[in-house]
């Protein structure tokens, strides 16, 4: 069996596959419309990325294979603006094996009304804390990039205010599964902070004990495999 820069040909194949399924999963939920992009790490220091199209449009034969200095090694077309988001991500997380960056409407507003993501309900735990990148507009340089990674820190999940959130897991199934979840949590908070009349101090959010129990009973392989079973055949119905 061939080698591509270390990695197994038939893993490699497998992953593509992966990647573009995720891409066209949070499209089918709503996270994305004509931007945003999931990637896939793939080896020492390479990474799985759509070429600069809506993720819709993912395919296995549509990825471009790039460095963590933001370099295009293998695959035909044009990176998206944003690579840098997932480059310094990796770069700064050896941990992390699939990064997912949406723009998940209901994470939208929980960012622009000056709150974060707490969970309400049991696939909210998983995400753990979820700091927010306060700087509006794109992440279009190495700099921003390492802003952004640093505000992730070692968590799993951030917003980026008036933009979106980012999602970081130990591979990208983890990855897309977690940012379906956080959009669910935020669209839960948004319709409690609705009914509750705006009020955060009416609504009954998990404990620290509540979360990190509920937390270790979903995040394992058995949940999050049923989860990206749901998700892809959703995605492809």
């Known amino acids: 069996m061939s080698y591509i820069h270390g990695v197994l040909a038939k893993t490699v194949e497998s992953l593509a596959a992966d990647v573009a399924l ?13 931007f945003g992009h999931v990637s896939a ?20 034969d549509r990825l471009l294979l790039m460095d963590l200095e933001g370099n295009v090694l293998e695959g035909e077309g044009t990176p998206n603006t944003e690579f840098w988001i997932h480059a310094r991500i990796y770069a700064a997380r050896p941990d992390v094996g699939g990064v997912v960056h949406v723009h998940s409407p209901a994470c939208v507003v929980i960012g622009q009304l000056g709150q974060t993501i707490r969970p309400l309900h049991n696939s909210g735990a998983p995400l753990g804390e979820v700091p927010v990148y306060e700087r509006a507009g794109l992440i279009r340089s190495r700099e921003l990039g390492e802003r952004v990674a640093a505000t992730l820190g070692q968590g799993r999940a951030m917003l980026l205010r008036g933009h979106g959130a980012n999602v970081a897991a130990s591979d990208v199934r983890m990855a897309t599964v977690l940012a379906c979840w956080l959009e669910e949590a935020a669209a839960y908070q948004e319709r409690a902070l609705a009914a509750a009349g705006g009020d955060a101090s009416r609504i009954r959010f998990f404990d620290a004990e509540e979360k990190e129990r509920v937390a270790g009973e979903l995040y394992q392989p058995s949940p999050l495999a049923r989860a990206w079973e749901y998700f892809a055949t959703r995605s492809e119905a």
């Open 22 to 34: 995720a891409n066209r999963i949070v499209h089918g939920q709503g996270l994305v419309t004509a």
């Open 41 to 60: 790490r793939a080896g020492e220091g390479r990474f799985l990325i759509p070429t600069r199209a809506s993720p819709a449009l993912a395919g296995a």
